[in-house]
């Protein structure tokens, strides 16, 4: 699987797809909504989901993993207060 780090409003949040993907790709589709052409992607990488582990980088966003990237990924509330 592969992430992106997303920072808006001070908050940081990871979006998460398969590895047959592209970063940049991704990062388009999400810009061209609307409600989300401000975001800024800050950090992406690789990530394995059973044991939380980011690593690599995304050569099409020219950004690496960070190390807290791992635990923004592991306290973000996926299901919103659900």
Do not use: C, R, W
């Not at 979006?15 to 052409?37: C, R």
């Not at 020219?62 to 207060?81: A, C, P, S, V, W």
């Amino acid at each position: 699987m592969k992430y992106i780090m997303y920072e808006k409003d001070g908050q940081k949040f990871p979006i998460i797809f398969p590895d047959n993907f592209v970063h940049s790709d991704i990062d388009m589709a999400l810009k061209s909504l609307g409600m989300y052409k401000n975001l800024i992607a800050i950090n992406a990488g690789t990530i394995k989901l059973l044991e939380v582990e980011v690593s690599d980088e995304s050569i099409t966003l020219n950004l690496i993993y960070n190390n807290t990237d791992k635990q923004t990924i592991e306290m973000y509330d996926y299901l919103f207060g659900l």
